[in-house]
């Protein structure tokens, strides 16, 4: 091996949506480093730690690299060919006597390969309801409020960060999350432009966090209140005359109707609850009102409670109401090259969103977006019956910590017949495994852009070609895959068709793409410039999408070609109205009082004449943390321990405990130990604790990460208490108690 330095070669971070450019430093053929690429589209060369310190994962020495299957009650490296074997033996029974409706899929956030398309082929020869995904942990009340509001799941808004005179953001720390359903890289410098430029920035969040710190304005929320917050805030707007929809004036329905549903919200009757003063909820709807441009933006705080869709849809009602929903400045709509349901199908009215196709056997919790809540997991493996779930098979995920009552789900796994995990460690989920596959290096794969640009300030697109070429007998995400599809129709994983199958299914994908245009799936074949299955499924999106060539009808559209020669990615152009071209609801228009809203409203009214709760838990995001995965990886691990319990000093006098002292927080579901951390940068009668740890239940294969272990905060969370829409489960605002360690 040569030891000369090489030119860097450009790559594609896919740690988390900000999706920032890299140069990955090699010498000779070792990757030796990481750095911001200054020249890449989007993010310009900013890089955060965990970028950074990308090879570290792949590094790590308790990362996976063999096969594991369990004997005699322990997993043990075999070969490739003894694992898809113990898995199909596994696995076959299940299917063959119980049927496949008893198996489960779940998949986790680590997406960044090209290869987990094929996990579709998967899921369709599976034919279960029990499809399970990390989306339901956080985002699915988002998704559900934006269909609502405009007819098609996922069909979200984001602020035109760019160009926006005034931004509010409520319950959102995209300073250290660097966005979530917001791919902005580098928040920190952009929210410093806007108020460089003479704009403003509003920040709503129990906590003062590192976004807050950059803000004008930093108000703290009571958790679980930010519906009443909005709703508030709607009132004013129609109690003051301020409601403008400009250039909406038209294409909106239900205005009135939302203006009733707002009345009994005015600000005196929330301040209280919320914890924000009347006068300042008025001010901050006039200021919205006011600006030339504004956008409300808010994530995981917003959507992951009790009032969760509610809180979302008020969030974008908001930005109708004041006229700033698709336009300069305001929260527009990307346009993303590989398609998105913004871009399927036709516009204008249509059946409007659907869910609730099947529901879970338990209690009855709906399908949405093609799959149920995973709040329902645990009592599907672990509640008797001929139905219930005994096979699991868990795709980069981590469930036992990132899913509410952890706990739970920790003592039913072991109840299954059969648990596959395709996976980088041995962490919380996959220790209960028959069989773990060991997912491929990071550099190994090919990445493409996809549901980061769904969500981009900017649209954009870029593909990541493999860097690094896989040891002999390594197999990808994609073989994985399609060898355990195998195993489910019946046939031999280990045979040497397993390219073939590759093959036949991308070749079903180009059928579906030459139907669209009137040519034929040969013809569509014959043009790919592709070589590897994977990519080809990349190649066939993007050249069937808004900006593609049309597989050479439209001879200056993006290809893949282009797409490989272009090492910072495309720029595709800045944010553009296109309001018309989205909308899928029934009536043809933004929905602004549809049912499930009038519901919510009456629910959220119920809740305001309640007694007010004592403390609420609520979570915090860490700049070097994503939810569980990388916290064995030394380089972002180096400061102190992270899972502290932080309190008010208020809140700390009152259960008689001080910083650095250990203290029992207790929920319905279960109990935590962790150290406390008493700051006034929390907002009194709240509780927060860090999402992704607990550690201790897989020390002894991340080595690491047992040296600060911490505690799971999932172990407090609820699963019997769910948003009643989209049922993703209740984090912000759990009522719980704090009182010293003994």
Not at 185 to 193: F, G, K, S
Not at 236 to 249: A, I, K, S, Y
Not at 622 to 627: A, I, K, T
Not at 712 to 723: F, M, P, W
Request: glycine share 10%.
């Amino acid at each position: 091996m040569s030891s000369r330095a090489t030119s860097p070669r450009p790559r594609r971070c896919h740690l988390c949506e900000a999706a920032c450019g890299l140069d990955i430093e090699f010498e000779g053929d070792r990757p030796v480093g990481a750095r911001g690429r200054r020249t890449a589209v989007l993010s310009a060369g900013y890089v955060c730690a965990k970028g950074s310190a990308l090879l570290d994962i792949d590094a790590d020495p308790d990362r996976l690299r063999r096969p594991l299957v369990r004997r005699d009650g322990e997993l043990v490296e075999v070969s490739w060919e003894e694992a898809f074997a113990e898995a199909a033996a596994r696995l076959r029974p299940v299917i063959e006597e119980h049927g496949r409706h008893t198996v489960a899929v779940y998949s986790g956030n680590p997406g960044g390969s090209t290869e987990l398309f094929f996990k579709a082929a998967l899921i369709h020869a599976l034919s279960t309801p029990h499809i399970y995904s990390a989306a339901s942990v956080d985002a699915s009340s988002k998704a559900f409020a934006s269909g609502l509001l405009f007819g098609v799941p996922w069909s979200t808004a984001v602020p035109d960060l760019d160009n926006t005179d005034h931004l509010l953001i409520v319950g959102a720390n995209p300073v250290d999350s660097n966005g979530s359903l917001l791919t902005a890289p580098n928040m920190a410098a952009r929210l410093r432009a806007i108020r460089a430029s003479g704009g403003k920035v509003v920040v709503l969040d129990p906590r003062r966090t590192r976004t807050a710190e950059q803000a004008d304005e930093h108000h703290f929320i009571r958790p679980g209140t930010d519906a009443l917050a909005l709703f508030a805030m709607v009132h004013t707007l129609f109690e003051e005359g301020l409601v403008d929809l400009r250039h909406l004036d038209g294409r909106v329905e239900g205005v009135a109707e939302l203006g009733a549903l707002a009345s009994p919200f005015t600000p005196e009757a929330v301040a209280d609850r919320c914890g924000i003063p009347a006068p300042t909820l008025r001010r901050l709807a006039r200021d919205l009102a006011a600006a030339p441009s504004a956008a409300v933006y808010g994530r995981v705080g917003t959507s992951t409670q009790a009032f969760g869709m509610l809180a979302s849809f008020l969030i974008d009602a908001l930005n109708v109401l004041t006229g700033n929903l698709d336009r300069r400045g305001g929260a527009m709509f990307p346009l993303p090259a590989q398609g998105s349901p913004t871009t399927h199908g036709k516009p204008g009215p249509g059946r409007g969103m659907r869910w609730g196709r099947w529901q879970s056997r338990v209690r009855g919790l709906k399908e949405f977006a093609g799959e149920l809540p995973v709040a329902a997991l645990a009592e599907e493996i672990d509640t008797p019956g001929d139905d219930r779930v005994r096979a699991a098979i868990f795709i980069a995920g981590n469930p036992v910590l990132s899913t509410p009552n952890g706990g739970r789900l920790d003592a039913a796994l072991p109840m299954l017949d059969c648990q596959i995990s395709i996976d980088i460690y041995l962490n919380e989920t996959s220790r209960h495994a028959h069989v773990v596959f060991p997912s491929p290096r990071l550099l190994t794969r090919g990445h493409a852009q996809g549901f980061a640009t769904w969500n981009a300030c900017q649209n954009f697109y870029d593909y990541s070609p493999p860097l690094l070429a896989r040891e002999p007998g390594e197999l990808g995400d994609g073989e994985i895959l399609m060898r355990l599809t195998a195993i489910v129709e019946g046939r031999d994983p280990n045979a040497e068709d397993v390219d073939d199958r590759m093959a036949a299914f991308v070749a079903q994908r180009a059928a579906a793409a030459a139907q669209q245009f009137g040519i034929t799936a040969d013809d569509v074949l014959a043009s790919l410039d592709a070589g590897e299955p994977a990519e080809q499924l990349v190649e066939l999106n993007i050249r069937s999408g808004p900006y593609g060539d049309r597989f050479g009808q439209w001879p200056e559209g993006l290809t893949f070609r282009q797409l490989r020669e272009a090492p910072d990615g495309v720029d595709l152009g800045p944010l553009q109205p296109r309001v018309d071209e989205i909308l899928r609801t029934a009536s043809g228009k933004i929905e602004l009082a549809p049912e499930p809203v009038a519901i919510d409203s009456t629910r959220l009214a119920a809740a305001l004449a309640e007694p007010v709760p004592g403390l609420l838990l609520f979570g915090r995001r860490d700049r070097r943390s994503m939810n569980s995965w990388l916290h064995n990886v030394g380089r972002l691990t180096t400061e102190s321990d992270r899972c502290t319990v932080q309190l008010h000093p208020l809140d700390a006098a009152e259960a008689g405990v001080v910083s650095g002292q250990a203290v029992v927080v207790t929920s319905r579901v279960g109990s935590v130990t962790a150290p406390v951390e008493v700051t006034d940068a929390v907002m009194p009668g709240s509780v927060c604790v860090p999402h992704g740890f607990g550690h201790g239940k897989a020390a002894d294969s991340l080595r690491v990460a047992a040296l600060t272990p911490g505690a799971s905060a999932n172990d407090l969370t609820d699963d019997g208490v769910v948003e009643p829409w989209s049922s993703v489960a209740v984090f912000s605002g759990v009522p719980v108690q704090v009182a010293p360690a003994t």
